[in-house]
């Protein structure tokens, strides 16, 4: 079994910055891309941000130039650096990762359980 657990998702006044983790655990062979997705009330989950081994980052526009995704793959962890947040940013942010298991090689597609970001003075 594998499995994605997130931390860093708080309480933050617009301007401010917060950095999201989340490792992955498990019988893991291979991760072959992680990354963040964000959802609010009403809306489909979106893409924020994003990189397979070896790639180069893919941002949402509206995250370009204010947010930076990294990998530590000796650890098999993403993180998030937000900065400049917005009240726009607000959303349950969740980690995303496709991963080859060890058992029999099958590639998953692997979501944490959320983290809830909110931007607010």
């Known amino acids: 079994q594998v499995q994605l657990v997130e931390s860093g998702g708080d309480l933050v006044q617009p301007g401010g910055s917060l950095r999201l983790s989340c490792a992955a655990s498990g019988s893991i062979f291979s991760i072959n891309a992680m990354g963040w997705y964000r959802q609010t009330p009403g809306k489909e989950r979106e893409l924020v941000a994003a990189?397979?081994?070896?790639?180069?980052?893919n941002y949402a526009n509206s995250v370009k130039g204010r947010f930076t995704v990294s990998r530590d793959n000796a650890k098999n962890a993403v993180y998030l650096q937000m900065n400049s947040l917005k009240p726009e940013d607000t959303a349950v942010y969740y980690c995303?990762?496709?991963?080859?298991?060890?058992?029999?090689?099958?590639?998953?597609?692997?979501w944490g359980q959320g983290t809830l970001v909110t931007v607010s003075s």
């Open positions: 990189v397979a081994s070896g790639g180069r980052p």
């Open positions: 995303n990762a496709r991963i080859t298991i060890l058992a029999d090689f099958r590639l998953l597609e692997v």
